[in-house]
Nanobody, 130 residues
Framework: QVQVTESGGGSAQAGGSLRLSCRLTIPPGSNYCLGWARQVRGEAREGREGVATIDSDGSTTYADSVKGRFTISKGSAGNTLWLQMDSLKPEDAAMYYC?????????????????????WGQGTQVTVSS
């Protein structure tokens, strides 16, 4: 069973930055689609939004709502993931989840699909004050 652990959430003011980190217990060099999804407090689980993805070849996708402000990256071994969040807005406040999916890799590694991923962390809370 793959374990996923996020860290780095917290509070920031609008316009500020936060950096999220994630570690997955997958073998180095695995073909995984990795990504971040978020869920606004009080919304149903079905309302989770895919934020960004990075495939095993390094290709990235972003939700329109974060494009140009967030940057996803991963470590060379492919089992560490980061999300650099700049120019934060109050609407970015949510629980952020790191997601890993072997099945999405190689053709379906898009932000709108990452919520279908198989392996999820417990989430890390991001709060943005205006």
């Amino acid at each position: 069973q793959v374990q996923v652990t996020e860290s780095g959430g917290g509070s920031a003011q609008a316009g500020g930055s936060l950096r999220l980190s994630c570690r997955l217990t997958i073998p180095p060099g695995s073909n995984y689609c990795l990504g971040w999804a978020r869920q606004v407090r009080g919304e149903a689980r079905e309302g989770r939004e895919g934020v960004a993805t990075i495939d095993s070849d390094g290709s990235t996708t972003y939700a329109d709502s974060v494009k140009g402000r967030f940057t996803i990256s991963k470590g060379s071994a492919g089992n560490t993931l980061w999300l650099q969040m700049d120019s934060l807005k109050p609407e970015d406040a949510a629980m952020y989840y790191c997601v890993g999916s072997p099945s999405l890799s190689g053709g379906y590694c898009y932000s709108q699909y990452i919520t279908r991923g198989a392996y999820w962390g417990q989430g890390t809370q991001v709060t943005v004050s205006s």
